[in-house]
Structure formats: structure tokens, C-alpha cells
């Protein structure tokens, strides 16, 4: 059963671009938590306007990032306005629970503001899993399940716990909860590394 009320309406593409995401979330953020040497690939999920994917390439030059959206509009936008001034980020069609990417390209995976719109997570996470190179990390950023003035509803919003657990059983190891934002909250997992 598809719970419309759940997809982000393309239209919005104003509130997608506006600043003030990297104001409730800022790109450093994530990265301070994550730790990592410099990733060469990333894969956004739910890029949207490639909001994130920019601020990204712009402070840590990735050779890729790949920009992933289900929506047939927000692909087309992103296929129009993002190449030409960004060659590196690379716009990708999804389907709800595929992505059309190679298994273990990744070094990194993310995901802002897009799981609580999704319908079965944990077959998101699964891809995930598979795109990442092993001990490659993932993480996860939305909104607090609690009332504020903006955001998704409440009812449709997930505690941070919750989202650790489905890391856990899709596979994810060493993960970690961060709460000290104000609207959002973020949760990384990590690939498990092959055995020596």
C-alpha cells in the first residue's frame, strides 16, 4: 500500500534549496562524526536539488557523487541544472528500494531528510549496504520525532533508535546516535570490514 501523504511534494523545490538546510544541518556536522580519510564516491539518496551534494563537493572534492532520486521530476531538474555547473555529481534515477550503481562503489552513503518518507527502510538500507565498500560508513539525518513548526508530521518520523536498530539488522555494525541539533538528529553505521 502506497501512503501518499508520505512523498515529498517536487513542487517544493524552493524549501529544497533554501540555505537555511545547511543552517539545521550543516555540512561539517556529519562529518566531524564520521571520521573518515577522504571519501573518493559518494551516493546521496533522496538528493533532492542536490542541496547536500554541492556543499559536499565543494568542501571535500570528492571524485564522485552520485545524486539519487526517485522522483521523475526531481531527476529531470537535477539532470537540467546540475552537470553542467557540477560535471562530478552525477544524477541517478532510483526506484523505490534500487539503485542502478554498482555493488560496493561507495565510501560513503547518505541520507537527509528522506527516511521518514520512506516505505520500507530496511530494503533501503540493504542497497545501501550493498553500494558501500566494506568498512565504508552510511548516515542518516532527519528530523526529531518530536512537534515543531516545520518538517514532516510527527506520525510519519522515526526515533534515532529505531533507525540504529534497522542499520543493525541491515547489516550496519559500530553505529551511533547524535543528538545535539536542535530539529534533527543523526545516526551513522559502518560496512563491516572483510576479514584479514
Not at 539525518?141 to 533508535?161: H, L, N, S
Not at 540504529?164 to 570490514?193: C, M, W
Request: charged share 30%; proline share 9%; glycine share 4%.
Amino acid at each position: 500500500m502506497i501512503m501518499e501523504e508520505k512523498k515529498f511534494d517536487p513542487r517544493k523545490l524552493e524549501k529544497l534549496n533554501n540555505p537555511q538546510r545547511l543552517i539545521d544541518i550543516p555540512p561539517d556536522y556529519p562529518w566531524e562524526k564520521l571520521a573518515m580519510e577522504k571519501p573518493n564516491v559518494l551516493v546521496d539518496i533522496g538528493a533532492g536539488t542536490a542541496l547536500y551534494s554541492i556543499a559536499f563537493l565543494q568542501k571535500y572534492q570528492p571524485e564522485t557523487i552520485y545524486a539519487c532520486d526517485s522522483s521523475e521530476v526531481m531527476y529531470n531538474w537535477l539532470k537540467e541544472n546540475i552537470p553542467r555547473k557540477h560535471p562530478t555529481i552525477i544524477p541517478v534515477k532510483t526506484e523505490e528500494n534500487t539503485i542502478p550503481l554498482d555493488n560496493e562503489i561507495a565510501d560513503l552513503v547518505f541520507m537527509i531528510n528522506l527516511y521518514h518518507e520512506l516505505h520500507n527502510p530496511f530494503l533501503m538500507l540493504r542497497e545501501a549496504n550493498r553500494l558501500l565498500k566494506p568498512g565504508a560508513k552510511i548516515f542518516i539525518a532527519d528530523w526529531k520525532k518530536e512537534e515543531m513548526t516545520e518538517g514532516p508530521p510527527v506520525k510519519i518520523r522515526f526515533f534515532p533508535e529505531q533507525v540504529e536498530a534497522q542499520l543493525r539488522d541491515a547489516g550496519f555494525e559500530q553505529t551511533g546516535i547524535y543528538n545535539d541539533l536542535k530539529k534533527h538528529f543523526l545516526v551513522i553505521g559502518e560496512k563491516p570490514s572483510l576479514p584479514a
